[in-house]
């Protein structure tokens, strides 16, 4: 005796045969052995709609029926586009239409006449299948609203690390692997006394601006930029045309990819004369 789970036995099962004998054979087979929703139809011509209006879990197909056979039932079946797979046993007394049943989509059969051990333990098997089937996709929907829901999340928590960011300092930026300076919010280009054709043409500010400022600073901000390593409130400076000191605070951190690769430099600044 095969035990049958509950969620198999509440599986929708639709019974497809032009002979009423054979429809309610298989009928009581299955309410003996306890499933609860089954239906029936001696009309081939009515499965494709029944099977979009209801989606059943498993349709019991016989193959020799006037008019339209279970082949090209099949065929009506494969263009439901709510769900590609095709639930379907067929019925056949015909040895020879097994491979070309399979080879149709069909994904199992039944022979004719029917053994009742066989008849169970086939419907079993194939709604275990079937429903461990409707269970992965549905799980695989699960999983990508639940990404498209952090990838949100992410975009909102950037949206708010910036605005506060633009709060906590005087300026936000980032530069590509190559240095480029890519994003600026704020005052950065007049304050540091950068070209703004300097800025928009990708350049480094530093080579086109470097009067004024302190080499050995710039030095050691740019080898811990090249070793992609993060910093803290670094504080350089710059003497002005007019023989003022300027103070400037900077912090950065390396960013990446998904893929871990490096992609440049992300950081905020403030000018710290202007504090005092």
């Not at 009742?116 to 999983?143: F, P, Q, W």
């Not at 390396?254 to 893929?259: A, E």
Request: aromatic share 8%.
């Amino acid at each position: 005796m095969i035990f049958v789970p509950p969620d198999i036995l509440g599986a929708s099962i639709l019974i497809v045969d032009d002979q009423a004998s054979n429809v309610s054979l298989l009928e009581q087979l299955l309410e003996a052995a306890g499933y609860t929703r089954v239906a029936s139809t001696t009309n081939p011509q009515e499965v494709c709609a029944l099977h979009r209006k209801n989606a059943y879990d498993l349709i019991l197909l016989d193959l020799q029926m006037p008019v339209m056979d279970g082949f090209l039932v099949m065929e009506g079946l494969k263009t439901n586009a709510a769900d590609p797979y095709l639930p379907v046993i067929v019925l056949t007394a015909q040895p020879g239409h097994k491979l070309r049943a399979l080879q149709s989509g069909a994904k199992d059969f039944i022979s004719k006449p029917f053994d009742l051990v066989e008849v169970r333990t086939r419907i079993h098997n194939m709604l275990e299948v079937r429903l461990l089937h409707k269970a992965l996709k549905a799980y695989s929907k699960t999983l990508e609203q639940a990404v498209e829901e952090r990838t949100a999340e992410l975009r909102e928590s950037e949206a708010r690390f910036r605005s506060l960011t633009e709060l906590a300092s005087d300026w936000y930026w980032e530069q590509d692997a190559d240095g480029a300076f890519t994003k600026v919010s704020g005052p950065v280009l007049e304050m540091l006394g950068i070209r703004v054709e300097a800025f928009e043409d990708g350049a480094d500010p530093g080579d086109n601006d470097a009067a004024g400022w302190n080499a050995a600073e710039r030095e050691a901000l740019r080898a811990m930029i090249a070793a992609r390593q993060p910093f803290l409130d670094f504080v350089f400076s710059r003497v002005g045309a007019d023989g003022s000191l300027r103070k400037f605070q900077v912090s950065g951190e390396p960013m990446f990819n998904s893929s871990c690769h490096f992609i440049g430099y992300r950081g905020i600044g403030v000018e710290l004369t202007a504090r005092k």
